[in-house]
C-alpha cells in the first residue's frame, strides 16, 4: 500500500493516496467536480479549466484533474471564485462553439446559470463539416478543442498520430498533417477519438445520414 | 445527435479479442457503436470493423427470406447445372430454369432439406453426411449443428474453419501438453518483459490486442521480437525483427532452441520437474545451427542468436503467433518449436508469459469446444477414445453404441470426398469454403459432385451459389448467446434488433430442422425443446466440465474464463500454474521440414496470403459493408528490388500465377515484403487468393499450406482482362 494522507475537501477530511489527482480524490469520496476535457481514458492536461478549485495558500485557481492532493491541503469546490469561473469558461465556450450536441455541457450551463450571449461581439466559428471517409464526419463548429481525440489517437491508445493541432489562438482547430484528407493520412480509422468526443464534434458517418433520413441508405 | 431507443450491450463479430460493444439503436437502426471504458477486454478501444463494420445487416442483397431451386419446389429430380439455363433470383427470368432460387415459406423450406438429409441417408449412410459450423455462430447454435449430425446422422464428419486457421497449433498443444486454447489472457502481456510475435500481423488482424502489446513497449519497456516475413506495423515497436523466408519456421526457432541450450540459457529446474523428452530433443537440436537457419531463412545467425537470448534471460517472456506458424504443410511441426521454446525456459504456467495462439474469429474457440470437429465431442473429448461416446449417448438419449466412434472427416477432406460414394449431403452453416479454401479451382470441382447443399448465411455468398436451399439466418445482432474469445472468455451476446425480414436465429432454425429429421427417422428424441439459448449453454455444462460453472446470469456482465469448474470457482486467466493436462510437458524432436513448393525458375516467387484490418476472411460481411467502401479492391504486394526486376510499377495491373490458378490485380510496390514474397489478402472474390494456394495438407493437423506456395508475377495490361466474373446468384 502506498503512502496514504488526509486532506480537507470543502471542511470534510478525506482520505488520499499519493499520486492521486484532487479530482480522483473528490470523485472517489462522491465530491462533484464538473470536467470537460477530463476523460478517464485519456492523458489529462488541464486544457478546459472547467474542474478549478480553489486551495488555501495558492494563488491562483488549481485544476482538479492534474494537481495532485497533498496532505494538509485546504480545498474548496463551490466557492464564489469557483462557481464565478466556472461560468465565464461556459459563456466563453458558448460564444464561439456550437453546443447543440453537447448535452452535458449544457446541462452545467444551466446548473452554473451561464448567459451564452454574454460576449455577444464574439464571433462563433462556422467550419463547414468535413466528410471524406466512409466512417466518420467532422464538424469542427461543435469542436472546444479538449484533446481527448488528439490523445486517443496517439499515446493514450492507438499509437496512430493522424491528428494534431494546426493553428494559432483562436484559429486553433484539430486538423490532419497538411490538412490532408483522412484517407491520405495515416488514420486507421478505429474511431476511438469518435467514442471520447464529448460534442458530437466527431460522429459516426451513420448517425450523421440517419440525421438526414438518409441511413441505411444506399443499404435500406 | 440522435437519442437512442435503447443501448444493447454485446460482443463484436469479427475477431476473436471479444470486444464489448454497446449499439446505439433508433427505429431498430443501428446507428452509433461504443464500447463502455471498463471492459474488462478492451477498455473501450475498437477497430475499424469493431466501431463501424455493422451495416452489412441493412444491405439489400442479405436474404431474408427462405429460398429452394425450382426443381426442388416442382418435386424434380436435380438436373445438372451445367445443361440447365442461366438460373436467377427471384426465379422470374424470362426462360425459366430448375436453378432459378424461389423464395418460399419456412414449412417448405424445412420440409425440403428434411427430405433430402433423410433419403440422402437413408441411401448412402452416415459417410454420406456432412456439415460446416461457424466460428462466426454462438456457442448454442454450433453445439446444435453437431447434436444433429452427430446424434441423427451418427456421423463425425462435422468440422469448421478452425482446420483453416489454428490446426497445427492445436494438434502440437494437444501432442505436448494435452489442451490447445491460449494459456494466458492477452492483456498479460502488460507485464512481460519481453514478448515474441511471430506469423501474427496483430495490429490488423487482433487490433486491440496489438493496443496492449505496443503499450506494453512504450509504456512499460517491454522488448518485442517479431519473427515474420513482412515488415508489419509491430515492426516499428520491436527490439528485434527477425524476417524469415516463408516456411522456414522450425529452422529460425529450433536455432534459438540450439543456442539457449549451447549457452546453458534453460531453466533446468523447470525442465525437470515438468517435462519430460529433454535429452532425446537435445540430440535433435544438433543440426540446427544459428548459421543452417541463415542459409535456410535468410534470417542474420547473430540475430537469432540474440532473440534467443532475450527470451531464455527474460523474467516473463511470452510468445504470440498467428497463421504464419500454423497454416503450412508442417504446421504442427512449426508450432512444436514454439512449445519447446516455452517449456526450455519455463516461461509458462505464470501470468504474463506463455504460448497464444491468437485464435482468428470471434467464436473459434467456441465452436471448437462445442465439438465441431471431427476427432472430438464437445469439450474436446476424443471420439476415439474410451467413455467419451457414452457421455453423450446419455445426454442425447441415445441407445448405447449408437454414436460413431470413427474420426470424421475434415474441412478440406470433407470437400475432397464429395461424389456418389463419398459424401453427398453437405450443410453448410455460415461458412464460405468457395473462398477459404485452397486451390479454389479444385473446391470447385468437388463441390459440384455433391447432391444436396444447404447453406444457412445472410448472404449468397461464393458457395451459396452453389446451394439447393437457402435458409436465411440472423447476424450478431439480431439473436442471444455466447461467443467465447480467444483468451477463454465466454461472453454474452445479445439481440438488439428484431430479426429482419423472415430470417431467424440459427438455434432456432436448427431445433426445427432437428425435429423434422428425428420425426423422419423415427428416432427417439435427442432433445430440441429450448426456450432460449441459455438452456442449450447449460446442456452443455452439464456434460463439458470445463463449461460446468458457466451460466447466463453469471456471464451477465464480464464473462467468465473457462476452465470454470463449478458454480462458484472464479474462472481461469492463465493455465499450467501447477501441471498440464496431459502431465508432464513434452519435448517432440524434430527434423527440419520446410514449405511443400519451393520457387524454382517457373515461379520464382514465394506467394503468401493474409488478412488486412478493413476485411473479414471470405467477404460475406465486410464486403457487403462500407468497410467495402473503405478498401474496395486486391493488390499484391511486392518488394522494390523485385518490383524493378519485373518492370512494375505500383499501381499497374499484374497478373500472378501459380501451378493452380491465376488472378489479376494491381501491384502495390512495398517495404512491407521482402524481397522474393508475395503478399496478397484473402478477401476478395474478384482476385481471390485461394485460387492460388497450394492445397496440400499437414499430415497431422490437416491444415493447407496457405502460407508458402512458388509464385510468378508479370504486368498486364488493361486490354489483356476478361471481366470480371460476378456469379452471385
Not at chain 1, 479549466?49 to 496532505?71: F, N, S, T
Not at chain 2, 461504443?34 to 442483397?61: A, E, W
Not at chain 2, 537435445?282 to 535456410?296: D, Y
Not at chain 2, 512491407?672 to 485460387?691: D, R, S
Request: hydrophobic share 35%; with cysteine.
Amino acid at each position: 500500500m502506498s503512502e496514504t494522507f488526509t486532506l480537507s475537501i470543502n471542511g470534510i477530511q478525506v482520505t488520499a493516496r499519493k499520486g492521486q489527482t484532487l479530482l480522483e480524490v473528490a470523485r472517489k469520496h462522491g465530491i462533484d467536480i464538473p470536467t470537460i476535457c477530463y476523460h478517464p481514458a485519456t492523458q489529462s492536461n488541464g486544457l478546459c479549466r472547467m474542474c478549478v478549485v480553489e486551495v488555501e495558500g495558492m494563488r491562483l485557481l488549481q485544476p482538479a484533474c492534474v494537481v495532485p492532493a497533498q496532505a494538509e491541503m485546504k480545498v474548496r469546490t463551490d466557492s464564489p471564485r469557483v462557481h464565478r469561473a466556472r461560468k465565464t469558461i461556459l459563456e466563453m465556450l458558448a460564444s464561439t462553439a456550437d453546443l447543440s450536441e453537447a448535452p452535458e455541457i449544457q446541462r452545467m450551463m444551466q446548473a452554473y446559470q451561464a448567459d451564452p450571449s454574454r460576449f455577444p461581439e464574439a464571433e462563433p466559428r462556422h467550419i463547414p463539416p468535413i466528410d471524406d471517409n466512409p466512417m466518420y464526419v467532422r464538424e469542427y463548429s461543435k469542436c472546444i478543442l479538449c484533446w481527448r481525440c488528439v490523445q486517443i489517437c496517439a499515446e493514450d491508445a492507438q499509437y496512430t498520430y493522424a491528428i494534431n493541432f494546426s493553428g494559432r489562438g483562436y484559429h486553433t482547430r484539430i486538423d490532419t498533417f497538411y490538412g490532408l484528407p483522412m484517407t491520405a493520412t495515416t488514420c486507421v480509422f478505429c474511431g476511438q477519438c469518435v467514442g471520447v468526443c464529448p460534442t458530437d464534434a466527431l460522429e459516426p458517418k451513420s448517425e450523421y445520414l440517419l440525421e438526414q433520413g438518409k441511413y441505411p441508405f444506399p443499404f435500406r | 445527435m440522435i437519442t437512442p431507443d435503447r443501448v444493447v450491450r454485446t460482443v463484436c463479430p469479427y475477431c476473436g479479442v471479444g470486444c464489448a460493444l454497446e449499439l446505439h439503436v433508433k427505429d431498430d437502426l443501428i446507428y452509433r457503436v461504443t464500447s463502455p471504458f471498463d471492459s474488462v477486454v478492451n477498455q473501450g478501444n475498437l477497430c475499424v470493423k469493431g466501431r463501424f463494420g455493422y451495416n452489412f445487416i441493412y444491405h439489400p442483397k442479405r436474404v431474408t427470406v427462405p429460398l429452394v431451386r425450382r426443381y426442388l419446389l416442382e418435386g424434380q429430380p436435380r438436373p445438372p447445372r451445367a445443361e440447365a439455363p442461366q438460373a436467377s433470383y427471384p426465379g422470374n427470368g424470362s426462360t425459366p430454369s430448375p436453378w432459378d432460387w424461389i423464395e418460399t415459406d419456412w414449412e417448405t423450406a424445412l420440409n425440403l432439406v428434411a427430405d433430402h438429409l433423410v433419403r440422402i441417408y437413408r441411401e448412402s449412410g452416415p459417410k454420406a453426411m456432412a456439415t460446416y459450423g461457424s466460428a462466426k455462430a454462438t456457442n448454442e447454435d454450433n453445439y446444435l449443428l453437431q447434436k444433429i449430425f452427430r446424434a441423427l446422422f451418427r456421423t463425425n464428419n462435422v468440422d469448421h474453419c478452425t482446420r483453416l486457421c489454428h490446426a497445427g497449433s492445436v494438434t502440437a498443444l494437444m501432442q505436448s501438453l494435452g489442451t490447445s486454447a491460449m494459456s494466458n489472457t492477452a492483456i498479460e502481456v502488460l507485464d512481460s518483459d519481453v514478448f515474441i510475435v511471430t506469423g501474427s500481423n496483430t495490429t490488423e488482424n487482433h487490433p486491440i490486442i496489438a493496443l496492449h502489446m505496443k503499450r506494453a513497449v512504450r509504456e512499460r519497456g517491454a522488448k518485442l521480437i517479431v519473427v515474420d516475413p513482412r515488415r508489419i506495423e509491430l515492426v516499428d515497436f520491436a527490439e528485434l525483427w527477425l524476417p524469415l523466408r516463408p516456411g522456414t519456421n522450425v529452422a529460425v526457432f529450433s536455432a534459438m532452441a540450439h543456442v539457449i541450450v549451447k549457452e546453458g540459457l534453460y531453466n533446468r529446474a523447470f525442465i525437470e520437474a515438468r517435462t519430460e523428452g529433454f535429452e532425446e530433443y537435445v540430440k535433435s537440436l544438433e543440426k540446427f545451427t544459428p548459421e543452417f537457419a541463415e542459409n535456410v531463412s535468410g534470417v542474420p545467425a547473430e540475430d537469432i542468436r540474440r532473440a534467443a537470448r532475450l527470451y531464455a534471460t527474460a523474467k516473463n517472456g511470452a510468445i504470440f503467433w498467428g497463421m504464419g506458424i500454423s497454416q503450412l504443410s508442417h504446421g504442427t511441426a512449426s508450432a512444436l518449436t514454439l512449445v519447446h521454446l516455452a517449456l526450455l525456459t519455463g516461461h509458462i504456467g505464470r501470468r504474463s508469459t506463455g504460448l497464444n495462439p491468437l485464435r482468428g474469429q470471434n467464436n473459434v474457440q467456441g465452436s471448437s469446444d462445442m465439438g465441431v470437429m471431427p476427432f472430438h465431442f464437445p469439450g474436446y473429448m476424443r471420439v476415439d477414445a474410451p467413455g467419451n461416446a457414452e457421455k453423450w449417448e446419455k445426454a442425447w438419449n441415445i441407445e448405447p453404441g449408437g454414436l460413431s466412434r470413427e474420426l470424421g472427416l475434415t474441412t478440406t477432406e470433407i470437400l475432397s470426398h464429395a461424389g456418389p460414394h463419398g459424401v453427398r449431403a453437405l450443410y453448410i452453416m455460415g461458412e464460405n469454403p468457395m473462398m477459404t479454401e485452397p486451390n479454389l479451382n479444385k473446391t470447385r470441382h468437388h463441390i459440384e459432385q455433391l447432391d444436396f447443399l444447404v447453406v444457412q448465411d445472410l448472404f449468397i455468398n461464393e458457395t451459396g451459389v452453389y446451394a439447393d436451399v437457402f435458409l436465411p439466418a440472423t447476424p450478431f445482432a439480431e439473436k442471444d448467446g455466447t461467443f467465447t474469445n480467444t483468451d477463454r472468455r465466454v461472453q454474452r451476446v445479445r439481440a438488439a434488433l428484431p430479426p429482419r425480414g423472415q430470417s431467424r436465429p440459427d438455434w432456432q432454425i436448427l431445433c426445427d430442422v432437428a425435429k423434422r429429421i428425428e420425426a423422419r427417422l423415427g428416432r427417439p428424441t435427442a432433445g430440441w425443446e429450448y426456450q432460449h439459448p441459455s438452456e442449450i449453454l447449460a446442456e452443455v455444462s452439464r456434460v463439458v466440465p470445463e463449461y460446468a460453472g458457466i451460466t447466463y446470469e453469471r456471464i451477465e456482465k464480464d464473462g467468465l474464463q473457462y476452465p470454470v469448474w463449478d458454480l462458484k470457482h472464479p474462472g481461469t486467466p492463465f493455465l499450467f500454474s501447477e501441471t498440464f493436462p496431459r502431465g508432464r510437458g513434452r519435448f517432440i524432436p524434430l527434423d527440419y521440414v520446410t514449405a511443400a513448393e519451393t520457387p524454382d525458375d517457373e515461379y520464382p516467387f514465394i506467394l503468401t496470403t493474409g488478412r488486412l484490418l478493413e476485411h473479414w476472411h471470405g467477404g460475406t460481411l465486410t464486403r457487403h459493408s462500407s468497410l467495402d467502401e473503405l478498401y474496395p479492391q486486391a493488390y499484391v504486394e511486392i518488394h522494390p528490388a523485385d518490383a524493378e526486376m519485373h518492370g512494375i510499377q505500383d499501381g499497374m495491373m499484374v497478373k500472378v500465377s501459380t501451378r493452380r490458378g491465376e488472378v489479376a490485380l494491381r501491384a502495390h510496390v512495398t517495404e512491407k515484403t521482402t524481397v522474393g514474397v508475395l503478399f496478397i489478402p484473402m478477401h476478395f472474390a474478384e482476385a481471390a487468393a485461394n485460387l492460388l494456394t497450394n492445397d496440400v495438407l499437414d499430415p497431422q493437423a490437416r491444415i493447407p499450406e496457405y502460407k508458402a506456395c512458388a509464385a510468378q508475377v508479370f504486368p498486364l495490361h488493361e486490354e489483356m482482362l476478361s471481366p470480371l466474373p460476378r456469379g452471385r446468384y
